[in-house]
């Protein structure tokens, strides 16, 4: 199949955050860059929880006042819920900041947020081919030099670019077929997901809030309110746990669980469950490494972490943005060796491992948010930062205050660009 011939400067795999990002970030750059898509958007997409630090990738990207005129459920705070409903405070975010600006984020249907980002990226100037599915990568010389794709009718394509982003997600196209994908040591769950629509809400300010509802001493529910009267609940928990006595089907697990907290279950007792039982496992993974020559990851294709805080979205738009900026720099300079991706990996790794520890320590049956603060009151400040995905913050003091309640993970020597494609 001959190559396609237009000329590219970028080739990005997936629209979802990370990819819409960067595409948008690229063509404001001038660049000539092409988003190939599997699916026809708008496409169903978990994930739903914004935190407010994706605040800034979100102005960067033009979309905060389409944010704001937006249907999308208002959220300022999250709450945890122990298994006999007894309730947290909320971590209101505009204890620590502007309440006008970051303080104040949305609970999004993924399939209007993500056409929102893709469109948006089309706007400014990105080309998307939907219903086109990246089958491999194009190899030149020890470098990534472009993609082979299959459009759903069949037609295989070429579209060669001096540098590809990665950002299929979950799926982690290249981190998977390159070997690079190392699963994190302990956090390996399995979360069973679905909808209910005019079940129970808060009201005010805390109608949009996010709520952490433990399973005794097994896993967590999180209840995060959408904007058209439906809520999103789901459980996450071991496989072993949600499957015990032999249950295989997901909507039974979901509903055997729901007595096991007394706030889930008076707040599902009104309203009724709608659509589909969903489930999926492998929580958690990291990519060996960011780049490899020609190649970038960003997204969930670079680290898929425990969605318990949810930090998903905001990891994805951040390193979508922060991988437009790096690839029009290195194509700026003309330089595209790993050497320019040491800081993109350096700075990525660093929030991640500071949203990990809090994971971790979430984990941990030991734990509680409540002791931590009773003995050091202005820790709360510090959780609300790291729960608000200030990630890039030293947080040295909490992870030294949290460490003498429960042990912390070292960070995983893991993320820095590879120097040849193939090589150890
Ligand atoms: C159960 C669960 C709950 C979660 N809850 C939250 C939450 O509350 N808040 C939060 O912030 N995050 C949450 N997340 C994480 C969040 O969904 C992700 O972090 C986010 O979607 C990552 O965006 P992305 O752009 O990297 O990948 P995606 O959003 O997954 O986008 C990847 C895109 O690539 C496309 N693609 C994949 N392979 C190919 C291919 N070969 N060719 C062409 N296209 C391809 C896909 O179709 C997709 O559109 C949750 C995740 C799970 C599993």
């Known amino acids: 199949m001959p190559a396609d011939t237009e000329s590219l400067d970028a080739v990005i795999i997936g629209a979802g955050p990370a990819g819409s990002a960067a595409a948008t970030i690229l063509a404001e750059h001038g660049r000539r860059v092409l988003v190939i898509e599997r699916e026809q958007f708008p496409r169903y997409h978990i994930g739903e929880s914004l935190i407010p630090f994706s605040y800034h990738p979100l102005e960067r990207l033009g979309l905060i006042p389409r944010l704001a005129a937006s249907a999308f459920q208002k959220k300022y705070s999250v709450v945890f819920v122990q298994p006999n409903g007894q309730a947290s405070q909320p971590f209101y975010f505009f204890n620590r900041y502007d309440r006008d600006t970051v303080a104040q984020t949305w609970q999004v249907v993924r399939a209007e947020f993500d056409l929102m980002l893709m469109e948006n990226a089309r706007a400014k100037g990105a080309r998307v081919l939907e219903q086109t599915t990246v089958t491999g990568l194009v190899r030149e010389g020890g470098r990534v030099a472009g993609v082979r794709t299959r459009h759903a009718n069949g037609t295989e394509g070429t579209f ?24 994190d040591p302990f956090l390996n769950k399995v979360a ?13 300010i805390d109608e949009g809030q996010t709520t952490v509802a433990f399973v005794p001493d097994k896993g967590w529910f999180w209840h995060i309110p959408l904007h058209d009267d439906r809520v999103s609940v789901g459980v996450v928990a071991e496989g072993k746990y949600l499957s015990r006595g032999g249950v295989r089907d997901a909507g039974a697990m979901f509903r055997r669980e729901i007595s096991q907290n007394a706030w889930v279950a008076d707040h599902l007792s009104m309203g009724e469950q709608t659509g589909p039982y969903y489930l999926t496992s492998e929580f958690s993974f990291h990519a060996r490494h960011c780049y490899s020559p020609g190649l970038l990851l960003a997204g969930d294709a670079f680290c898929f972490l425990d969605p318990v805080f949810s930090s998903g979205l905001m990891l994805a738009l951040k390193s979508g943005v922060m991988a437009g900026d790096a690839v029009h720099a290195a194509l700026e300079a003309g330089d595209l060796s790993p050497a320019r991706f040491v800081e993109y990996g350096r700075d990525l790794r660093t929030g991640i491992e500071n949203m990990r520890k809090l994971v971790y320590a979430f984990y941990n049956p030991e734990f509680s948010f409540k002791d931590v603060i009773e003995k050091f009151p202005d820790a709360a400040g510090e959780i609300t930062d790291c729960l608000s995905g200030d990630v890039g913050k030293d947080f040295t003091r909490l992870w030294e205050r949290v460490s003498q309640f429960v042990p912390l993970p070292e960070c995983l020597p893991l993320g820095a660009p590879l120097a040849e494609v193939g090589a150890p």
């Open 160 to 183: 060669l670019a001096p540098v590809t982003l990665d950002c299929t997600g979950k799926e982690a196209l290249s981190a998977v077929g390159q070997g690079w994908r190392v699963k």
């Open 192 to 204: 069973v997901w679905t909808y209910y629509r005019g079940s129970r809400r808060e009201t005010g």
